[in-house]
């Protein structure tokens, strides 16, 4: 915000929203409302109705240089994997520009649900806001965030943080950077249009075809007067969000002076695709890596290996939970890095990386690892 921040005195959301659109580009009013809303008063103080300041007390934005407290120790090395353990958008805005060539990662979409208070009732068997859902057909259900419940403020929050997110990461990108965000089916058209609005180019979806536990339930507490009856399709897919910082030029320009802009094929003769078939995560897998929204590394490594178009760069996933996109990007001979603000997750990467590559999942084609 950098408009709050060269103002010595407070602002109206008219002057705000005016000053952004100047100096970002055409943004949304509802979302500096949201992002307003979201950072006060750990960001902003609210002088009167409508008025805001930024605290000289609170972590800036990007634009504004960071305090010494919140620089970085050096980062765990695992290979060809770099992890830090800290705050994304701190990590990032410290970052050199066109730095980074792809971006993987699974974000934390229940914001408050992984928040240290609610992570330590949902380790502890409390709950807390997490859904722990009773055993529906014969099947125990696993904790899930609130995705079908969340009222308009928290889905503003959500818009918010990750069109937030976006503006901090885009300088930080080469030109023509793959951009892949693990989504669902109920708040992917947020995500994607806060991706839009910051800038990022929409490229379209890749489908995992999985079967999941969510949805095809019986209304609760009435399952057996509608027993013919699902509130919710059985999920069956899960969307991953295909975005692009904007290319210099043509493709082929900009592959032979940043490395990207497009997807690495399989093979030769067959391209890339926007389907991909996938089994749940193995059982050995979440053995050496128990985090509630682990990926298996069949699927990610056909896809972190997809993203770097030439085989060169730096794979970045800032949100990187216990390590898989990490371990998926030593395995196919990738550099990368990882930025993971729970500690607990942060210790549990830095075991499970090692782990997860010499994992062997079937299924996996000849190529990935043989031929790289």
Known sequence: MQALSNSAKALTLREIEEQVSRDLGPTPASSVRSYLRLNTPTLFAREARGLYYVRRDSYPNPQIPLPLEDTFSEPIVLGKAKLFHGDCFRW????ENCSIHAVVTDPPYGLHEYSPEQQTKLREGRGGVWRIPPSFDGHRRSPLPRFTVLKEPQLDELRSFFF??????IPKLVPGANVIVASNPLLSYIVSGALADAGLERRGEIIRLVM?????????????????????????????????????????DNLRKWKTGGFRRPSPDRPFGDIVYSAPTHK???KIAPHPSLKPQAFLRSLVRAVLPLGEGVVLDPFAGSGSTLSAAEAVGYESVGVEKDLRYFEMARSAIPALVRFQPKGLTPILVEGR
Not at 92 to 95: D, E, G, V
Not at 164 to 169: D, G
Not at 219 to 240: D, I, T, Y
């Open 284 to 286: 050995n897998e979440r």
């Open 164 to 169: 937030e997110w976006a503006r901090i990461l």
């Open 212 to 252: 999941t536990m969510r949805g095809g339930d019986r209304p609760k507490a009435a399952h057996q007067e509608f027993n013919g009856v699902c509130v919710l399709p059985r999920s069956m897919w899960e969307p991953w969000l295909v975005y692009r910082k904007p290319i210099e030029g043509r493709v082929q």
């Open 92 to 95: 990032l805005a410290q970052q």
